[in-house]
């Protein structure tokens, strides 16, 4: 097949996880990226917060290590594993590598674990921006010889699915994430956004975890599926899209897909993938989708976003018995929705204000103890909308002149 990308799938046989990623980067002939000595290689994991790996939150550890094997026969000069997770709070990514079992991994294995948010910092401007124009991040994203991108398949919660184009979000630190968030409040211009920020940080290379997946309410309260599948390939959108196919997910809903073919990051089309080793069909599995979805209605823009911000709205609801207090949603609010309860005392709340809130979801994806959920109650969002107040004043008067004239 003539001008096609290629993606390898591999199964995890025997709990052998090193011999599924070592075929599956030799399939696509990996190697030819380890094109010298003394190259300095940059892994990028999903490390969204410190969870064990049996909760598949979190790139599994030794997805990570096997990988870290692979690069050390090409006698790399240096090997960072970096990421930030999900919060602003400083030393929450050290958390996380940590309680993921992430660092003991790196420490075992010699390679420098780091936070993004440790290294010196650039601002990147962004090519053809669809919603960022500049962000700042890592000088690791330019001085790297080879970023090798490690996403899990797990389901989210607003985009549907965060894999290998949702993951490079990890590139921006802490409290640029909630920032990002708030200043780009619609799921358009957020996907639109995620687009802008793998295309700076565009990786060489990804292997994807598929060892233990997660679906239902991801990207950390889902239920873990146990897959054992490995996929390699160097384009995003393709593998992206291929991971749609094999969990029962129509890319069409998963909105970032297409804004970075806008850009040129990748394809979609089934026709310009070649795939080697497993089939698609062989190692597909229905996933449980989250409860909040795109809206895939062909619907102009205006009206799809009021829908969205209207009907679609969540209601933000806090666990009385697992809340701990600890502070993590309402300091990691980006537009202050959440505020702690007036005494900090165990079955005290946090206060949600709902005018506030743009359903970003930071909230319930960060708390550390499953404490924060969220409900749609489209009926009742439908019926207090302005547009069906709107509708409801004007059918009132309606009825009441027919009324008068007929009288």
Known sequence: MANTTKISIQ???????ERAVFKALEMINAKELMNKTGMTVVLKPNLLMGKPPERAVNTHPEILRSVIHWVKQFSPSKI??????????????????????????CDEESVECIPFEKTERVIYKVDNPLELYEFSSSYLLKEADLIINLP?????????????????????????????HAQAA??????????DIYSVSKPQLTVIDGYYAMEGQGPSSGDPVKMDIILAGYDGVALDRTVCDIIGFNPSEILYLAKAEQKNLGTTDISQIEYLGESVESVKRKFIPPKIRPISMPLPKWLANYVGRTIFKATVKFNRDKCKLCSTCWTNCPVGAITPPEILKKGNIPKWDK???????CCVELCPYEAVNFKINYVKNALFSWACLGFLSIFTLITLLILWLIQ
Request: net charge positive; hydrophobic share 30%; proline share 1%.
């Open 186 to 195: 619609t799921l358009d211009r957020f996907t639109s956004a995620l687009a």
């Open 11 to 17: 199964k995890i046989q025997h709990e052998d996880v």
């Open 152 to 180: 899990k398949i797990k389901t989210h919660g607003q985009c549907t699915l965060t894999c290998c184009i949702k993951n490079m979000f990890g590139t921006m630190l802490l409290a640029n994430k909630t920032k990002t």
């Open 355 to 361: 005018k506030k809130c743009i359903t970003c979801f």
């Open 80 to 105: 960072y594993v970096c990421d930030s997770s999900g919060g602003q709070k400083p030393g929450t990514t050290e958390v996380a590598m940590s309680d993921s079992g992430i660092d003991i991994v």
